[in-house]
């Protein structure tokens, strides 16, 4: 990546968004780039332009404003600069309504990403008054909150077990419930990609809802889906996360992520392993 020495890369956030967390893949993609000669300018907002050769948008909302979009068009290259909207209702194939001919077990999520905790957080953490109404809603019941963390999804045997309100609250969303089983155990895959670099593992657990917390194994497993790289193209997508299962050889996208993490079960060391790989991926976009 000596060809990358003396660029400049400006990473574009919300105008509320704070740093950028440790737990952010992006964070050690700045830390690889740096150490290679690269200058990051980090903006908050579009009040500012800084020329750059290339900008990143790293906006952590499920639909991302169009301000931000039409700001990123002024830079010769704009990575994830199509990448407009991520919610449940936009990325899964698997969804259901009350008349639809399947009687299967079913999961109820936010329509939001990452069960709205995004929207929430750019909404009520700039000042302390907020931060009170932050954690006055995610003490209120679904029906009235319309937030629900991600570890807290409901799975039913049947849609016919959901209350009548759920149908009805355009905040929410039934999926059909598609787990992938090894030996008993649930696995869920998560492809990290930038560019044309990226990793592929699987982890694995005890718990149909697969959180960092209670994963048994995880590891690297070879042969991404095709599919995956058709929606990936379809949704112009240049860097995130897609989590992901296979069921009866098909895969099955749960979750498509602009501003990805990696918490689910991935240490440290193997964090960066993967982010040493995935930076190289710069190179197809700033050659």
């Not at 899964?92 to 995004?118: C, E, F, M, Q, R």
């Not at 309100?165 to 869920?188: A, G, M, Q, S, T």
């Not at 193209?233 to 098909?250: C, E, L, P, S, T």
Request: proline share 5%; aromatic share 10%.
């Amino acid at each position: 990546m000596e060809q990358l020495r003396g660029k400049k890369f400006v990473i574009l956030l919300h105008e509320r968004a704070g740093i950028i967390k440790p737990d952010f893949t992006l964070h050690l993609l700045i830390k690889e780039w740096r150490a290679r000669g690269v200058e990051i300018i980090i903006l908050h907002g579009t009040n500012r332009f800084v020329e750059a050769d290339a900008v990143i948008l790293h906006i952590n909302l499920t639909v991302v404003p169009e301000a931000y979009l039409r700001f990123a068009k002024r830079y010769p290259v704009a990575i994830n600069g199509k990448v407009t909207d991520i919610s449940k209702r936009r990325v899964s194939a698997n969804l259901i309504d009350p008349h639809d001919d399947y009687d299967g077990p079913v999961i109820v999520k936010t329509n939001l990403n990452h069960g709205g905790a995004p929207e929430l957080n750019v909404a009520t953490l700039s000042s302390p008054i907020g931060r009170l109404k932050r954690l006055a809603k995610k003490s209120l019941p679904l029906r009235w909150s319309g937030y629900l963390a991600p570890e807290h999804y409901r799975i039913h045997e049947t849609k016919s077990d959901l209350a009548d309100w759920i149908w009805k609250d355009p905040r929410l969303v039934v999926e059909k419930f598609l787990p992938e089983l090894v030996d008993k155990y649930y696995c869920l895959r998560q492809w990290r990609f930038f560019g044309d670099q990226g990793s592929n593992d699987l982890a694995l657990s005890k718990y149909p809802i697969v959180k960092h917390t209670e994963v048994i194994k995880y590891g690297p497993v070879a042969d991404i889906p095709e599919e995956l790289f058709t929606i990936r193209r379809q949704m112009n997508f240049d860097f995130g996360k897609f989590d992901y299962a296979i069921v009866d050889g098909k895969a099955i996208l749960f979750d498509a992520n602009h501003a990805p993490g990696y918490s689910t079960g991935i240490g440290l060391e193997q964090a960066k392993a993967n982010a040493a790989i995935m930076a190289k991926g710069i190179t197809a976009f700033v050659s």
